[in-house]
């Protein structure tokens, strides 16, 4: 079984930053394909980005140029630091693990 916990959520302004984290437990965490996943309100869920065992990274048009997937595997933790939000990206943040295991959402809330 896999533990994911995100944290680093919050309410900004159109245009400032946030940097969420999700720390993973019970897994070969290096190996394992990450991502992080949206869902607003009424919509459905949706890939922000995803990074790969071996570094490879891939977004969502929606956040390219914005927002940059990392991952530490000595703190078994990913990251995605989001600039220049915008009130779009308003939603529920989820951390995954190869699309199997899902943390528990963290709040992003974008103002205009």
């Known amino acids: 079984q896999v533990q994911l916990v995100e944290s680093g959520g919050g309410f900004v302004q159109a245009g400032g930053s946030l940097r969420l984290s999700c720390v993973a437990s019970?897994?070969?965490?290096?190996?394992?394909?990450m991502g992080w996943y949206r869902q607003a309100p009424g919509k459905q869920r949706e890939l922000v980005a995803m990074?790969?065992?071996?570094?490879?990274?891939n977004y969502a048009d929606s956040v390219k140029g914005r927002f940059t997937i990392a991952r530490d595997n000595a703190k078994n933790t990913v990251y995605l630091q989001m600039n220049s939000l915008k009130p779009e990206d308003s939603a529920v943040y989820y951390c995954?693990?190869?699309?199997?295991?899902w943390g528990q959402g963290t709040q992003v809330t974008v103002s205009s």
């Open positions: 995954t693990h190869a699309n199997v295991f």
């Open positions: 990074i790969t065992g071996g570094g490879a990274t």
């Open positions: 019970g897994s070969i965490f290096s190996a394992s394909r």
